[in-house]
């Protein structure tokens, strides 16, 4: 026998005899409800943030970490600015770039679009564009050429392929001796790209930095678009690198880095995350107060036994302290067991989703309607702890109600009949 004698009590009440079979396998029901709610707990929330991490690898490809502009008014192309910023330890890219509002209007569809002029060769120091063109080149985008690469919503909403000639209609009207008319360029496209981000596909267009100065009339560059070391730097580095560009005398510039273009989208990531994470604690929370039941059961089963070890000399908190081991025993069974599946589901769930599709001949997320086409996972250890916090602290709660009627047993009374 083991000491202390509670834990050893408690131990031998959760072991199935002839006479309990019944209350041992309600037991493990109650065990198996905390294993599966843990495990689901887990699996989905790696899930989640598989497709953050997704999304997040995502933008990045295609958002710069930093940008520098000047509200209302552009830039020198080359210069101290530029050459301040390159100097940076942090920065790995520097390209400048112009961006405008307009419409593309092609065989009667028109779409809002949001036009940047770059330079190829300098956007791949910043941007995945170039690599992320399907059909095309992105290479193509040459100065005086007018030819433009559209996102891959964006050209199958206006139905253009590479070598269709699409009208861009900007914002500025032009007056005329027949009156206001809108100012209308004509490009061609010469690539297709495909970020596997709607906001990007359906409403991002590329042209040369030079046509974009012609058509926007601007005299220089917008601004400059940043590729740090380590994108997740760059909040930090905001305040430094405005503290750096001011000591030469550039103090009006704005400064955004992509956590502030993206803040909805992460916000939103983490409000589902942080509700999912709520409403799978419940299931977790109606699997261990199971035990509430399992507890009463054995409580009722063992009245005599309970009223014997009284006489003995157990106290009531020594009684107590016997029933809220068993309840700690079944709890901390179900949730190792749940963590260990949970973990292996996690890290394997990519595989299993794999093999489900292969042996049903389907897919769950079609490449042809969903962006992420597979279901990617990413565990992370500070959601393990704090689902195994959890759920171990409402394994500890549940029992406290039985365990509390049982040190309450009168010996005299129930014995009466025995």
Known sequence: MFRPVEAFIGWRYTRARRRTRFVSLISAISIGGVALGIAALLTILSIMNGFEREMRSRLLGLAAHLVVERPQQALAERGPLPDAIAAMPEVTGLAPFVAGEALLTFRGDVQGVRVNGVRPDAERAVSAAPSLTREGDFAALEAGRFNIVLGRGLADTLRAKVGDHI?????????????????????????????????????????????????????????????????????????????????????????????????????????????????????????????????????????????????????????????????????????????????????????????????????ILSPDVYYISTIPSELKLSDLWIALLAASMLCLVAPLYPAWQASRTEPAEALRYE
């Open 167 to 363: 009208t861009l209609v900007l914002p500025e009207p032009m007056r005329t001796a027949a009156g206001i008319l809108p100012r209308l360029k004509r490009f061609t496209v010469c690539g297709i790209f495909e970020a596997g981000v709607q906001d990007y596909d359906m409403s991002t267009a590329f042209i040369h930095l030079d046509d974009a100065a012609r058509v926007f009339r601007v005299n220089g560059v917008t601004g400059f678009r940043v590729r740090l070391d380590d994108p997740f730097n760059a909040p930090a580095l905001a305040a430094p690198l405005a503290a750096r560009l001011a000591g030469i005398g550039s103090t009006d510039l704005r400064i955004s880095d992509w956590t502030d273009t993206n803040s909805n989208l992460f916000r939103a990531l983490k409000t589902e995350k942080i509700v999912m994470f709520v409403i799978l604690l419940l299931s977790v929370a109606v699997a261990a107060f199971n035990l509430v039941s399992t507890l009463v059961m054995v409580v009722a089963e063992k009245h005599s036994e309970i009223a014997v070890l009284k006489t003995l000399g157990l106290t009531p908190q020594r009684i107590l302290r016997v029933f809220l081991a068993q309840g700690v025993l079944i709890g901390v069974a179900g949730v190792v067991l749940g963590a260990v599946l949970g973990v292996l589901l996690a890290l394997n769930i990519e595989h299993i989703v794999v093999a489900i599709e292969q042996t049903f001949r389907f897919r």
